[in-house]
């Protein structure tokens, strides 16, 4: 069975241009998150979606920030005008949606580690 | 804001080994999870506890949820190199399906 995959693993670009990240979440799986993740720190949450609800984008840091989710399937994050500060590993994790008792269970894809020149 | 404390940040210690990794907070959590992430890959689910007194075991790593849900300890019994890996605790509200996470602690098992 596929896991959460994620690409390109590895970007580098030039401060000012822009980035597309892809996500491509477990089948079935109706929630996606993506984090961010700066060197040796733990995960910093920017975006949630669920199913066909409104996405809860309390977590991006700037409007360069945005991402989509077409079908309920994939996604993409996409950062413009990419900064340094914009270098880091863009986590992605899906889930069933329907949390538990034990909450949400989160499976997550190996990264895109973006570096800003 | 909620926050996730972690200690130590780093541990580097011998093969056969016990040690202690703890993650606290001054917010009371409903859920928290914890984590392994190896180089290169996503962080992989550990155990999730929900009770505040609970312990839950996974071979030789102990899990304890704090009495009042606001922190929780990994303990691990004889580590092996394979226990090599940033640890990370993550933290959720009742009801909500966002966790804040661990700032993480980095384990280097020697052999």
Known sequence: ?117 | TQLLEQSPQFLSIQEGENLTVYCNSSSVFSSLQWYRQEPGEGPVLLVTVVTGGEVKKLKRLTFQFGDARKDSSLHITAAQPGDTGLYLCAGASSGTYKYIFGTGTRLKVLA
């Open chain 1, 1 to 117: 069975g596929a896991g959460v995959s994620q690409s390109p693993s590895n970007k580098v670009t030039e401060k000012g241009k822009d980035v597309e990240l892809r996500c491509d979440p477990i089948s079935g799986h109706t929630a996606l998150y993506w984090y961010r993740q700066s060197l040796g720190q733990g995960l910093e949450f920017l975006i949630y979606f669920q199913g066909n609800s409104a996405p809860d984008k309390s977590g991006l840091p700037s409007d360069r920030f945005s991402a989509e989710r077409t079908g309920g399937s994939v996604s993409t994050l996409t950062i413009q005008r990419t900064q340094q500060e914009d270098s880091a590993v863009y986590l992605c994790a899906s889930s069933l949606g329907q949390g538990n008792r034990y909450g949400y269970e989160q499976y997550f894809g190996p990264g895109t580690r973006l570096t800003v020149t």
